[in-house]
């Protein structure tokens, strides 16, 4: 009898990686320690004695199943664009052995999975906080999702083999791989330049509005970022998430029936929303305090701050940085529950807490 052949898909499009997964066989019980840019250079370089018992504590602590060192956008970014190439795949071979490959969603990723969740509690009384599993992914998907399409013919097994071949093949998690596809700081030039000139606009409208003491600044500039992230983020892919869930036109029936009920909210509503958002309440907060230091002149390493302190320190367990005004931002801004750490014996005592 002639055996049967494996039934063909249809083409489709699936995701690279499975975020809870990638949680569930590399993360698990660890905890989560988030460094700096400066950081990673120290431990690089090992001039120290300190900085020596420290890599040494980390490499130990990875290997008994204690603690992960997870990477993000700016500390992969600022590795790629390292000039010298011996040290620039010196230091990602570094990032790739702490990480094991993991790396948090990129900032507007987590925005928009925490705006799903926040118009879920706001339109239909549904909580479901975004969750530290759905925090995580591997380093390829670090400035967003990756999806591999498939045309027409493929099976199910021919499916499983890539799969299997992709868990495998350690360039899958490799950032000294990606760093070795070009010249990546002048791909990224642009997209600083773009960030400067938008932070001089918003210190030089900030030079131009009434001065408050610094308490009442604050806490305009802050209403003015929430507001405009919430209108970013919340009104428009909140929306989206809502159509998908119950069609448009129950959707737009919904949305409709609420907002009478409820009204549009002042800044009451606000607070609650940013209770739900926590990423953006700390990204408005890290914002805020950037925009008044309106006599300063934004550099682009200010970006990369900025990122550094957005989602880490709400999902890591400690923030490692021994930069002063990093450290400052993350002190008055941290809406988790991250440690703060300055100093490798900081660093030391947290490791060793953990045996």
């Known amino acids: 009898m002639k055996p049967l052949s494996e039934p063909t898909l249809p083409a489709l499009s699936l995701r690279m990686y499975d975020p809870e997964q990638v949680y569930a066989e590399r993360i ?20 120290t004695a300190a900085a020596t018992a420290c890599r040494d504590a980390c490499f130990a602590a990875v290997a008994a199943g204690k603690a992960l060192f997870p990477l993000a956008f700016p500390s992969i970014t600022e590795a790629i664009e390292i000039e010298d190439v011996a040290t620039k795949l010196r230091h990602c071979t570094l990032l790739d052995e702490l990480s094991s490959g993991v790396t948090f969603r990129s900032p507007a990723i987590l925005l928009k ?10 339109f239909l009384g549904d909580e479901r906080p975004l969750e530290r599993t759905q ?5 390829p998907e670090h400035l967003g999702e990756g999806t591999l399409s498939f045309p027409a013919g493929w099976t199910l097994s021919m499916l499983r083999k890539l799969a299997d071949d992709m868990a495998s093949d350690p360039r899958m998690r490799s950032v000294r791989f990606i760093a070795e ?8 030039a642009a997209f600083r330049a773009s960030y400067v000139d938008k932070m001089e606009a918003l210190r030089a ?56 009920a409820k ?34 002149k934004p550099q682009p390493q200010d970006f990369f701050d900025i990122d550094h302190a957005t989602s880490p320190p709400v999902y890591a367990d400690a923030f490692v940085t021994f930069d002063r005004r990093l450290a400052r931002l993350v002190r008055s801004a941290n809406r988790g529950g991250a440690k703060l750490l300055t100093s490798f014996n900081e660093l030391l005592g947290w490791l060793e807490a953990l045996r």
């Open 181 to 188: 596809q070009g010249d990546w700081k002048q791909r990224h």
């Open 263 to 296: 009204g549009a909210g002042g800044p009451e509503r606000i607070r609650e929303i940013c209770k739900r958002m926590p990423i953006l309440d700390q990204h408005a907060r890290l914002m805020a305090h950037d925009t008044l230091e309106s006599n300063r």
């Open 135 to 139: 925090v995580f992914t591997s380093v």
């Open 205 to 260: 409208r900030q030079r131009t509005r009434p001065k408050l003491p610094k308490q009442q600044a604050f806490a305009r500039a802050l209403l003015d970022e929430r507001v405009a992230l919430i209108k970013s983020y919340l009104l428009e892919g909140g929306a989206e998430h809502l159509f998908s869930i119950l069609g448009p036109e129950k959707a737009a029936s919904r949305i409709s029936e609420v907002l009478a």
């Open 28 to 47: 698990a019980q660890r905890q989560l320690a988030y460094l700096d840019n400066n950081v990673w250079i120290e431990l690089r370089d090992a001039r």
């Open 113 to 122: 999975l925490e705006a799903w969740s926040a118009s879920e509690w706001f």
